[in-house]
């Protein structure tokens, strides 16, 4: 390894000698794109930016391919390839025409669809800045139920298909999140580190937009991390809650309004009733604003099916408008981009208001908050949390193990089904049933993909040719090879930057088992009994009644160990668990759950021999069944949550039964006959994991019911709590109230629930405690009363809410209403921690181990013990552990010999007194399989070198500016900073 070293410093450069992972500017005609390519506006006048779009959904009433393709039209109509077909035509028709492009997701099949000529038609109107590309991601995500590491992943792909088929003239400047239910804080961050200069959305709290525009602060600078100073800042621009065009003048095949009607001969002529209309509306929307600049959205959810029918029209508005500043008018219509808005907007020289929380909970009127979402389709959202898991060590292992560039499309195959899951009708559970069936169909296929890569990966890091077998319906206990194997290997693969220590839990058919690492040695096995409701579940299909349980221990970083296991012949006792009826209590030397003798309920929790009272049941709202004909009849839906009323007690009483062991101790709860719940405490962790199983929700009462478990303490939180933004920096809650206007309250329950990516936190400071939730997949939850947390896990209901979708969330499958099965995992102590880390860190810490579990692949095998040592059973792709608070996020193939390295710094400013301190790493330090070469720095999602951009800068109302991302002279050995990401491309040789 030394000798790697020292070829490091010699070698280790920080040259652009990657500038050939970008595209170079284009030859093709002139470059006239971005802000080169705005139309002049005339100061003095109400300059009118026409933005001609079309918001097309990645899945929502109809699958991709029907989108894309225009079948099921009698299902929505709508034709994405005819959009950017007819686009196109009328673009090249008049060269003072603008339209806007946003999803590279169906960009990209269009271009896959078409031939050279086709294409280059494309390329020509987006280097004359025609043509421009905003938002730029694989899909338009999500805000609420998406993992940052997603976003960025979904970012990337689509930006370097962008970037790799564009060059700059196809990178995008803005974000365009027009449709996503409410806005998190992250998600502006992220864009001010993608380099972009602004943010457009549609959707926000209607009291927030009514205070907004009566007090002229639609257009403001948001904050987007408290940690990273001004530049993180992001300009964002708030419409008036939708992106549709004004009321009248949709000149869509979709719409039913009159077109514009300019023969003076004609009896339905139109032009002066039209243009005084329009300018009615204008005249008032300006009002509203800071500058002479106003936006108007000219499209719709998949409108410019037949493009000239839209074009035709807005020129002919254009003309008469304009033709009225002859007589004193003072509008100026011209077309525009978002990006030109933005322009306006800077060169107007003013200052702005700062935001600086989020825009959750988001309600459209008094009684419809879209917080159901947050939860809706709760198997799915788990679903796409296991692939993103797989997706970052199917990548991983492809650097790692250097596999073949053949097997890159099996890579894409998963990057671009996850790029479609963050969509925000995909991962919020908003789509039709035969939606969410399909893109179930996309994830599974990816990973079934990104399988091949990860046995190729291990099989050549092992140095066998043996199959190495992911066990997806391990959430169900079922695992083929495990269960009819005499012999197996277990592999343990750590996508992490630190050695872990995992607790495997596989089902099994025998009554003993022998587990032995390479070097022989006996590993400590529990078998525990899987509860009955697990094992009656309709879908599985397995006759294990118990699980093997063994502690895979400090497995490497980005690394793997391997155990050999074989069924003993005879029963072993002192192998197997004893039922403990008589006992109420489970837990560790640290950490003790008390159940309640009489109810079988947990009542307390001992953490360091300090007693807190804790209380856990399970509750049901009951969904409110309207019309939706007004609000007050608004019903519960895929979209909303409203409850008919306070939550009612499943039940007061528990059966449970209590399994002990040298591993883990836990007791089984059965609530009723559809609510069941196993908890447990392992031996050496310091936190208490629910393991839940709800479903099916029973409706045979005609009321749809929607699922929490509830959480009672006597800490005093002041009816504050704390959730996360996008499993990233924690934002403070307070019940009823907003921070930036007087809050109305019409809904006290579904009005103060927020997104929870990862967990939800209350404190007591008069007690120096600490409880915090984790969860396994983005939920919704609240602190509604003091001590109380209360996390909705699934929703079963039998309206639809009039939002779009046109079913009731009414999710099924083998014939019933959907089971889910889930964990949460409790924390609590003093703020300060135990040992050399505050809770907050532990939490941190815990928060990674269960986003990126170790995974576990299972090998049949039919050769002794003595034959598998000869593989190699023990592998780690780092030289030695990254410092703690450091977490390798982006380990990926990338270009022309190039990786894409991220790494990041996961905790906040003030959260450990030790952890939160900026950290070097030694990038020559890291990798064990490839030689660095040289490295380059670049933005976030990795489209552009960094520094090698300049943003628009903006200055708030105490006249503060945005500072640049700083370009650092620190290669190799990097600093970060608390929630500092850094990405860089690194060339490499093996």
């Not at 904050?223 to 100073?229: A, E, F, I, P, T």
């Not at 997806?472 to 277990?490: A, D, G, I, Y």
Request: one cysteine or more.
């Amino acid at each position: 390894m030394k000798s790697y070293r020292n070829i490091l410093l010699v070698v280790f450069l920080t040259l652009p000698l990657l500038y050939q992972a970008f595209p170079l500017e284009e030859s093709v005609k002139e470059v006239t794109c971005g802000y080169k390519a705005c139309h002049k506006t005339i100061p003095g006048m109400i300059n009118v930016h026409m933005i001609p779009h079309s918001h097309d959904d990645v899945g929502w009433l109809k699958t991709v391919d029907q989108y894309y393709y225009g079948s099921k039209q009698s299902v929505q109509r709508a034709g994405v390839q005819y959009i950017i077909d007819t686009v196109l035509r009328e673009l090249q028709e008049n060269p003072d025409r603008r339209f806007i492009y946003v999803e590279t997701a169906f960009l990209w099949k269009w271009w896959l669809d078409h031939d050279e000529v086709k294409q280059q038609q494309l390329i020509d109107l987006i280097n004359s800045g025609q043509l421009e590309i905003v938002g730029g991601a694989w899909s338009m995500n999500d805000e609420a139920a998406t993992h940052y590491q997603s976003i960025i992943d979904q970012f990337t792909w689509g930006l370097r298909k962008l970037n790799d088929t564009f060059g700059a003239c196809g990178r995008p400047h803005v974000g365009w999140q027009i449709d996503p239910f409410g806005h998190s804080r992250e998600m502006a961050s992220l864009f001010s580190q993608f380099g972009y200069d602004g943010l457009f959305f549609a959707r926000a709290d209607y009291q927030d937009l009514n205070n907004r525009f009566a007090t002229k602060t639609t257009q403001m600078i948001w904050q987007g991390s408290v940690n990273l100073g001004t530049a993180s800042r992001l300009f964002t621009v708030a419409f008036n809650g939708s992106y549709s065009p004004p009321s009248g003048f949709c000149f869509d095949i979709n719409c039913n309004d009159e077109p514009i009607i300019d023969d003076i001969n004609s009896p339905d002529y139109n032009v002066d009733s039209r243009v005084a209309e329009f300018t009615a509306y204008i005249e008032n929307l300006a009002s509203h604003l800071q500058t002479e600049h106003v936006l108007v959205t000219m499209g719709d959810d998949f409108n410019y099916q037949d493009a000239a029918q839209w074009f035709v029209n807005l020129d002919k508005l254009k003309k008469y408008v304009n033709a009225k500043q002859e007589e004193g008018g003072r509008l100026n219509l011209l077309y525009s981009t978002p990006g030109c808005y933005l322009k306006a907007l800077n060169e107007a020289n003013i200052t702005w208001t700062v935001k600086e929380d989020d825009f959750f909970p988001y309600a459209s009127d008094e009684h419809s908050y879209w917080t159901g979402y947050f939860v809706s389709r709760t198997t799915s959202k788990y679903f796409e949390r296991q692939a993103n898991n797989f997706l970052q060590i199917c990548k991983q292992l492809f650097v790692l193990a250097n596999v073949e560039e053949a097997y890159e499309n099996h890579l894409n195959n998963l990057r671009e089904a996850m790029g479609v899951m963050q969509h925000h009708d995909a991962i919020t559970g908003t789509a039709k049933q035969n939606v969410f069936e399909d893109y179930s169909r996309l994830i599974y296929e990816g990973i079934q993909h990104c399988g091949n890569i990860t046995e190729r990966a291990l099989s050549k890091l092992s140095s066998s040719d043996l199959p190495f077998v992911s066990c997806l319906l391990r959430n169900v206990s079922q695992c083929e090879p495990s269960e009819n194997s005499k012999t197996f290997m277990v592999t343990v693969y750590n996508p992490l930057s630190h050695e872990v220590s995992y607790y495997v839990r596989l089902p099994v058919l025998g009554t003993a088992y022998s587990v032995r690492d390479a070097s022989g040695n006996e590993l400590k096995v529990q078998m525990a009994t899987i509860p009955d409701p697990v094992r009656n579940l309709p879908e599985r299909n397995s006759n294990a009644t118990t699980e093997i349980v063994f502690l895979a221990n400090n497995i490497q970083p980005l690394g793997f160990h391997s155990y050999y296991i074989t069924e003993l012949n005879s029963t072993d006792d002192t192998r197997r668990n004893e039922l403990e009826s008589s006992d109420t209590s489970i837990g560790n030397d640290v950490l003790q759950a008390m159940f309640n003798e009489s109810t079988g309920l947990l009542q307390s929790v001992m953490f360091n021999n300090e007693e807190i009272t804790l209380h856990q049941n399970f509750r049901y709202y009951e969904g409110w069944a309207g019309n939706n004909s007004q609000p007050s009849l608004r019903a519960s839906g895929a979209y909303i949550f409203r409850p008919y009323g306070t939550s009612v007690q499943v039940s007061p009483v528990v059966e449970t039964k209590f399994y002990k062991g040298e591993l883990v101790e836990e007791v089984h709860q059965e609530f009723t006959d559809w609510i069941s719940q196993v908890i447990r405490v392992y031996k050496d962790t310091n936190h208490i994991e629910f393991e839940w199983l709800v479903g099916p929700i029973p409706v045979d009462d005609d009321i749809g019911k929607e699922i929490i478990t509830h959480i009672t303490t006597d800490l005093v939180n002041n009816e504050t709590f704390y959730t996360d933004s996008n499993g990233r920096e924690m934002l403070k809650r307070v019940i009823n109230f907003r921070p930036t206007w007087d809050l109305e309250v019409n809904e006290p329950i579904s009005g103060n629930y927020y997104p929870i990516t990862s967990k939800i936190v209350i404190e007591d400071a008069s007690k120096d405690l600490r409880l915090a939730i984790l969860n396994d997949r983005a939920q919704g939850g609240s602190s509604l009363r003091n001590g109380e947390i209360e996390i909705m896990v699934h929703r079963r209901l039998l309206n639809d809410d009039a939002k779009g979708v046109g079913e009731a969330l009414d999710d099924e499958a083998f014939g019933k209403g959907r089971i889910a099965r889930g964990k949460h995992y409790l924390v609590v102590g003093p703020t300060t921690g135990s040992g050399n880390l505050s809770l907050a860190a532990q939490e941190r810490l815990l928060a990674q181990e269960k986003l990126l579990s170790p995974w576990v692949f299972v090998t049949p095998l039919n050769i002794s013990f003595d034959e598998w040592t000869s593989y190699t059973t023990e592998f780690s792709g780092v030289f030695q552990n990254v410092p703690e608070n450091i977490h390798i996020l982006t380990l990926e193939p990338w270009k022309n010999n190039t990786v894409l390295l991220r790494l990041e710094h996961i905790l906040e400013n003030n959260e450990d007194p030790i952890l939160s301190n900026a950290t070097v790493v030694n990038l020559e330090e890291l990798f064990t399989t490839f030689v660095i070469k040289s490295v380059h720095e670049s933005t976030l999602a990795a489209n552009q070198w960094l520094g090698e951009y300049g943003r628009l800068n903006w200055i708030d109302t105490s006249g503060v500016g945005m500072d640049s991302w700083e370009v650092p002279n620190d290669i190799p050995n990097i600093t970060l900073k608390p929630m500092q990401i850094r990405t860089f491309i690194v060339e490499v040789t093996r």
